[in-house]
């Protein structure tokens, strides 16, 4: 599997027949404080206006992330019909091969598919997470200033309209 796997790469609803490569997804410790393991934040969300989503490749799940579109508790902006993208990450043994940034570039439509209601996708990162800034913003993700106290230290708020 090469960096030409653009064709190969898909979202999709979490399935419960993918529960043990969740179960068996390869986070390290030290990037696991930026965001969830994907078998506790699956735990965390059932109701239909969240959707876990797996990231796959072939039929390897390879990351996730979870669409949240609950406006109530919703706290980086007023408007009713953004989304949160959030738990974000790519299994350890597949990073390094640009399927990240494919998996954002991806994002865009499925979350039109899924939420046609949605008009904006919002996500908090870090501030130290320097990696993942440069990578939401290659992906046309905009820092509009927002900051946000989070449980580890301040969060940026990244804004991309659909």
Known sequence: MGFNSFEKLKLIPYEEKYRNAIANYDLPKEQAIYTSYPIEALEQFECEEVIPVLILLENDVIGFFILD???????YTNNKNAIVFKSFSIDHRFQGRKLGEQSINILFS????????KNEI???VHHTNIAAIHLYRKCGFVDKGIRYSGEHGEELVFHYEI
């Open 69 to 75: 579109g609950r406006t109530k508790g919703n706290l």
């Open 110 to 117: 499925f979350t039109k598919k899924m939420m046609a209601n």
């Open 122 to 124: 919002i996500l908090t």
